[in-house]
């Protein structure tokens, strides 16, 4: 597989952006702030595409760092490449509501299916994780010293045991030994807790009961009372409409308040007036009299009214009153029911706790099969280590050897694993471990290990993707690698802040393709 042209439509910071490869070495120079970072990532986008995280993470993510700054809607690129003798053209769309993309051969026009997997058999296999491991190479991270050289051991230990970086044999052996302490020491934390557990949840249990008897006499004597005062509040009802009913049967003139005998002697005096004083003066008395017994009358039926008003207002607010009891002792009663019910499924759920500290025997056995898988995966992992390792130790070290060799001018001519997973190198003659050894001898090794991995993992020959690689590498060093790179008949992209590339380069007389951020 050859790369020969990316097109960044809209990516990152750059807009219609045309980028041309050629076979062999190409440098893509900018410096820092350029795009290189921003074009590396591209090229990764659209071999195995670009995935939005969820959550806080896609705040920061790979696809929301790289949003096109204008129209970022329009989110998107194309990427041609040759393999195997034929032309392709691979398109994609990262907007997050459009998503997709289309894989194409230019020679006959066959649309391709990326969902189906075709990229990845012209990729030779290849997936995001290898890309990672193997063809793309930038600096090891770490600083130097010792937490370098370590970390370069488990690396290279790795690959001689897997074929990948990313499978740490080591840390999941350690991780399995770990977990076997733990479920041991689970088994007997648990034991120890079972019955202190079991101890308090009989004596809550006996708490709850005590409550619950009486929560249940309470309820007893506010059902008795509650019972009396609804008995009260419909004897009143009961009384009020009866005297409703003796009212309306009365009629209107119940509510008066005269007394048969005062409605005589009020008509007697009436006309007796009449006959004790002489015209015209007895209808002037007869006047004065009517006037008097009817404002006496009109006092009457007065007080007559309000007395019953205030009569009525005491049987209403008698009726409410009690009505009010009623539904104040109906109200406790529902409380006390309802707290009766919450103590009851608690005490149910005591009940069962009890009696799953008695069924701890099946606990125990799940714990047991645990730790007896634990330890079967132990010996399973233990022995696939040493059977992979048995395959393919040999041929890395070949590949490691011959490329160390290359690049340090025979200087350190063999670097293997022993059978305790630690590198060591030969120079001379000599044995040399990995903390003898400077930063830029480090990344050399780190690169040879990767080179050897590309050539043994990946059946087609992919582009070799370089992201300021050499910083640490002197002028001899870097000459040596160069040479070895296009003589390796590969593609290669490098990526770098620095001219010393293209500089050693046309020293040394090579030919190369330069694209200038």
């Not at 030779?124 to 010293?145: F, I, P």
Request: proline share 1%.
């Amino acid at each position: 597989m050859k790369i020969t042209e990316l097109i960044l439509k809209n990516f990152g910071k750059f807009t219609n952006k045309q980028i041309l490869l050629s076979d062999g070495i190409n440098i893509i120079y900018g410096e820092n702030e350029s795009g290189k970072t921003t074009l590396h990532t591209f090229l990764k986008g659209m071999l195995f595409g670009m995935e939005r995280k969820r959550g806080r993470a896609a705040a920061t993510d790979t696809f929301r760092t790289y949003e096109p700054w204008e129209n970022p809607n329009f989110y998107a690129g194309i990427l041609r490449f040759t393999c195997g003798g034929r032309k392709f053209l691979l398109e994609r769309n990262f907007d997050r509501y459009a998503k997709g993309g289309s894989l194409i051969c230019e020679d006959d026009g066959e649309e391709l299916s990326l969902e189906h997997g075709d990229l990845e058999i012209l990729l030779g296999g290849m997936t995001e994780s290898d890309y990672e491991n193997t063809v793309s190479v930038g600096q090891l991270r770490v600083q130097t010293g010792e937490i370098l050289a370590a970390e370069l051991k488990n690396y290279a230990a790795n690959y001689y045991a897997t074929g990948n970086s990313e499978i740490d044999f080591e840390g999941a052996l350690a991780l399995l030994k770990e977990r076997k302490k733990e479920l041991e020491k689970e088994e007997r934390e648990k034991r120890q807790l079972i019955s202190e557990k079991k101890e308090r949840a009989e004596m809550e249990a006996s708490y709850v009961w005590r409550d619950l008897h009486q929560l249940e006499n309470e309820a007893e004597q506010l059902k008795r009372s509650c019972e009396e005062k609804r008995r009260e509040w419909e004897s009143w009802v009961n009384e009020d409409k009866k005297r409703k009913k003796r009212e309306e049967a009365a009629g209107y003139f119940a509510g008066w308040r005269i007394h048969p005998l005062e409605a005589v002697s009020m008509l007697g005096a009436f006309f007796v007036t009449f006959l004790l004083f002489h015209k015209p003066w007895n209808f002037l008395v007869a006047i004065v009299v009517a006037l008097a017994e009817g404002l006496y009358v009109w006092n009457c039926l007065k007080d007559g009214k309000k007395k019953k008003k205030a009569r009525l207002q005491e049987i209403k607010e008698q009726g409410i009153s009690l009505k009010a009891d009623y539904e104040r002792q109906k109200g406790k009663l529902a409380k006390v029911q309802e707290t009766y019910h919450e103590k009851e499924v608690v005490y149910e759920n005591l009940q069962e706790r009890v009696g799953e500290f008695d069924e701890m025997n099946s606990e125990e056995i799940e714990r047991l099969k645990n730790k007896q898988g634990v330890e079967l995966a132990m010996e399973q992992l233990t022995r696939l280590a040493a059977q992979m390792q048995s395959r393919t130790s040999d041929l890395m070290n070949t590949e490691v050897s011959a490329i160390m060799d290359a690049i340090t001018d025979g200087k350190y001519n063999r670097l293997w694993v022993d059978e305790n997973l630690h590198v060591q190198l030969m120079s001379n003659g000599k044995k040399i471990s990995m903390d003898q050894v400077s930063r830029g001898t480090l990344e050399q090794i780190y690169f040879a290990i990767r080179m050897a991995a590309t050539k043994i993992l990946h059946e087609e020959e992919c582009p070799v993707i370089l992201d300021d690689a050499f910083g640490y590498y002197d002028d001899r060093r870097l000459a040596q690698t160069l040479r070895w790179l296009k003589d390796s008949k590969r593609q290669i992209i490098i990526f770098s802040c620095q001219k010393r590339e293209m500089e050693m380069l046309e020293k040394m007389g090579c030919v190369y393709r330069k694209v200038m951020l």
